[in-house]
């Protein structure tokens, strides 16, 4: 089964700065789609960012790009001149290209809680 | 552009007591989810659906069930609610099967 990880409970940032966010996973599977959330305090979970396993190239929406490392297993976000609107949880989530039965989810890390000084 | 639209927001239910969560989408996605969300357990699937007329158990779907005639509503119904059914839950649709969710803003139930 795969599972998904999330090494950092916490971080904090300066406003401004930048700061990279940890997500690993473990699968068997050689095609899937890794996913990116943010959950602000309003607690409406939106989507940052999306990655398809079998492109090379690292997502990016705006300020927030992704370290894609497929060998490594490991999907980390980076967050540059962050904002105080971007303090939130952040979750990192696994979908299998299997669209059968139990397969038809996200698998969700336990979320990274970031703060945004400034 | 309302997106995914769920009610209540908030509900305190009794033990014993029934109610239904409401979930609407205007975006036409086939795919719909309930998922709930509980402190430092991350989000678990409880149904799903893949079309109006079909629904499929996820990973933790008892004391719940659920139904789809439209492709816009989706609701959740709980029945016999239990203290362990305290949690938030979440709304979420998307359009196919590997697009990002689109999710509601949640509905925060406690049982007492």
């Known amino acids: 089964a795969q599972t998904v990880t999330q090494s950092q409970p916490e971080m904090s940032v300066q406003e401004a700065e930048t700061v990279t966010l940890s997500c690993t996973y473990d699968?068997?599977?050689?095609?899937?789609?890794l996913f990116w959330y943010k959950q602000p305090p309003s607690r409406q979970m939106i989507l940052v960012i999306r990655?398809?396993?079998?492109k090379q190239q690292n997502a990016t929406e705006n300020r927030f790009s992704v370290n894609f490392q497929k060998a490594a297993k490991s999907f980390s976000l980076k967050i540059s001149d962050s904002q105080l609107g971007d303090a939130a949880m952040y979750f990192c989530?696994?979908?299998?290209?299997?669209?059968?039965?139990?397969?038809?989810?996200?698998?969700w890390g336990l979320g990274t809680s970031l703060a945004v000084n400034p | 552009n309302a997106g995914v639209t769920q009610t209540p927001k908030f509900r305190i239910l009794k033990i014993g007591q029934s109610m239904t969560l409401q979930c609407t989408q205007d975006?036409?996605?086939?795919?719909m989810y309930w998922y709930r969300q509980d402190p430092g357990m991350g989000l678990k699937l409880i149904y799903y659906?893949?079309?109006?007329?079909?629904?499929d158990k996820g990973e933790v779907p008892n004391g719940y069930n659920v139904s789809r005639s439209t492709t816009e509503d989706f609701p959740l119904r709980l029945e016999l609610a239990a203290p362990s059914q305290t949690s938030v839950y979440f709304c979420?649709?998307?359009?196919?099967?590997?697009?990002?969710?689109?999710f509601g803003s949640g509905t925060r139930l406690t049982v007492v």
């Open positions: 979420a649709s998307s359009p196919g099967a590997f697009g990002g969710y689109t």
């Open positions: 659906s893949v079309g109006a007329g079909i629904t």
């Open positions: 990655q398809e396993a079998y």
């Open positions: 975006m036409n996605h086939n795919y």
């Open positions: 699968t068997s599977e050689s095609d899937y789609y």
């Open positions: 989530a696994y979908r299998s290209l299997v669209n059968a039965g139990n397969n038809r989810k996200l698998i």
